[in-house]
């Protein structure tokens, strides 16, 4: 599911070094109690973009994002997200590997298309969370060879 998760009222000036590995951190604490990874996500100045994939029949991405979007709430005061998160189900056209990682080079490029920088490599708010797997990296050359083995392997531990 690729979830988008806006500011109230657009706010900017609350993304930091600190705040994004704490974000990261409630995300793993999230994708552990649900069962789920994240091959990517990028936070931008006034709103985060998550593309979550389920690993197990009971993987919950609403009941992660409640979750999620909790913890962060806590930790923006006084910011909060908007009450209402945006998700869009992947479609099964769009779950095969080349449409799947076309979304996820999309959701990277954000901060490109926006004049942040000019190259997705080059922005410090964006990466991937995978519990357990924390050299893991979306911008080595091998990230998705890598990243759809072990989800395989993930999905056949949670049968």
Same mark, same amino acid.
């Given at each position: ?59 919950? +991405?609403?009941? @992660? ?6 913890? &962060?709430?806590?930790? !923006?005061?006084? *910011? ?20 799947? +990682?076309?979304? @996820? ?6 901060? &490109?298309?926006?004049? !942040?920088?000019? *190259? ?40």
């Amino acid at each position: 599911m690729h979830w988008t998760m806006a500011m109230n009222d657009r706010t900017t000036g609350w993304l930091t070094p600190a705040l994004h590995a704490q974000v990261r951190e409630f995300m793993l604490h999230a994708f552990v109690r649900y069962d789920l990874v994240c091959p990517t996500y990028c936070l931008m100045p006034d709103h985060l973009h998550l593309l979550w994939l389920g690993v197990a029949p009971k993987s919950n +991405q609403r009941l @992660a994002a409640a979750f999620f979007r909790k913890q &962060v709430n806590e930790l !923006l005061q006084p *910011h909060k997200l908007q009450k209402q998160a945006y998700d869009h189900v992947l479609r099964e056209s769009e779950r095969e590997r080349g449409a799947f +990682q076309s979304t @996820a080079f999309y959701i990277l490029e954000n901060p &490109v298309r926006a004049g !942040l920088v000019a *190259h997705a490599q080059d922005y410090a708010y964006s990466g991937n969370v995978v519990p357990g797997y924390p050299s893991l990296d979306v911008w080595d050359n091998d990230y998705w060879d890598k990243f759809w083995k072990l989800y395989e392997v993930l999905r056949k531990r949670n049968p």
